[in-house]
């Protein structure tokens, strides 16, 4: 059974930083690229940032400069790190993974339940 588990979400102010992990079971992780997506209220679920093979990366231009993605394969896990956070950063933020390489939602097979970002103004 697959299970992602994400975790680190929390209240912060503006500029201030998060670093969000997401811990991974039930599947051969070196074989999947991991995405990280956002969902605001009212608004359809979008690509912040995926990595693959632990060094490919790719951003949302939302996320270019502030965001940053890594994950460590020993531990089954990828981390989203933000800076710079803006009110308009909050968010539900999930990760996925893929056997692809996309950044759409459909392209993800598995999908963690997700954790709220909020961001104070």
């Known amino acids: 059974q697959v299970q992602l588990v994400e975790s680190g979400g929390g209240l912060v102010q503006a500029g201030g930083s998060l670093r969000l992990s997401c811990a991974c079971s039930g599947l051969t992780f070196s074989r999947y690229a991991m995405g990280w997506f956002r969902q605001a209220p009212g608004k359809e679920r979008e690509f912040v940032a995926s990595?693959?093979?632990?060094?490919?990366?790719n951003y949302a231009d939302s996320a270019k400069g502030r965001f940053t993605i890594s994950s460590d394969i020993a531990k089954n896990t990828v981390f989203l790190q933000m800076n710079g956070l803006k009110p308009e950063d909050t968010a539900v933020y999930y990760c996925?993974?893929?056997?692809?390489?996309?950044?759409?939602?459909?392209?993800?097979?598995?999908w963690g339940q997700g954790t709220q970002v909020t961001v104070s103004s």
């Open positions: 996925a993974a893929t056997l692809g390489r996309g950044t759409r939602t459909s392209e993800y097979d598995y």
């Open positions: 990595i693959r093979w632990s060094s490919i990366t």
